[in-house]
């Protein structure tokens, strides 16, 4: 069973401080990974992915790879209220069609 | 402008009601998938389908049914027999080859009455 898992949260952090999620993956062949945000009610938003080991940068997001470790992160720099939302981790690979395994996600609380 | 349409938007079930769920995608994405979405939990996959006329059960199949007559549209149906319908149901496509993540429709929430 592909599983991919994240601390279900809540993780609260203040305005203006750097948020971090994490997630790990158990199958090794996977290679693409995504961050998806989804605010409640509404359906989840593609925000990062990453492919290679190391660090992806995009304005105050960085997404993190360890393809060694299994072990994907997102951190949200200078973190704002409006980023309060559940953030999903997915990683899918040619092993299963291309199809992603999601987490469970890990809900985010900025409080002012 | 490129994306995917779930209708509606929010929908009510009587007992022993079967509905029908929509969902069209402009993108020219070849993979379609519907999941499940239960408040606080993640997402489980009920079906999907990598190509027009084929299609594959997911992790909770039972009670569901879909059809892909075409390649833009993936339409759900909830069965009477699927016990404990109230959810969120989204659908989401991508491309086959190579991967790119996923596209998300709006959702559809549909409520047992």
């Known amino acids: 069973q592909k599983e991919v898992e994240q601390n279900s949260g809540p993780l609260s952090v203040p305005e203006g401080a750097i948020a971090s999620l994490n997630c790990t993956y158990s199958?090794?062949?996977?290679?693409?990974f995504f961050w998806y945000r989804q605010y409640s009610g509404k359906s989840p938003e593609l925000i990062m992915s990453?492919?290679?080991?190391g660090d992806k940068e995009d304005g105050r997001f960085t997404a993190q790879l360890n393809k060694a470790s299994q072990y994907v992160s997102l951190l949200i720099r200078d973190s704002q209220p409006s980023d309060s939302a559940t953030y999903l981790c997915?990683?899918?690979?040619?092993?299963?069609?291309?199809?992603?395994?999601f987490g469970g996600g890990t809900r985010l609380m900025v409080k002012p | 402008d490129g994306g995917i349409t779930q209708s509606p938007k929010y929908l009510f079930r009587k007992e022993g009601q079967n509905v029908t769920l929509s969902c069209e995608q402009n993108?020219?994405?070849?993979?379609m998938y519907w999941y499940r979405q239960d408040p606080g939990q993640g997402l489980r996959l009920i079906y999907y389908?990598?190509?027009?006329?084929?299609?594959q059960k997911g992790d909770i199949a039972e009670g569901y049914s879909v059809s892909r007559e075409k390649k833009e549209s993936f339409p759900l149906t909830v069965t009477s027999a699927q016990k404990n319908p109230t959810a969120f149901y989204l659908c989401?496509?991508?491309?086959?080859?190579?991967?790119?993540?996923?596209?998300f429709g709006s959702g559809t929430r549909l409520t047992v009455v």
């Open positions: 989401a496509s991508s491309i086959r080859t190579g991967n790119y993540g996923y596209t």
């Open positions: 199958d090794r062949g996977s290679q693409s």
């Open positions: 990453i492919y290679s080991n």
């Open positions: 997915a990683g899918g690979g040619p092993n299963a069609g291309n199809m992603l395994t």
């Open positions: 993108l020219n994405h070849d993979a």
């Open positions: 389908s990598q190509i027009v006329n084929d299609f």
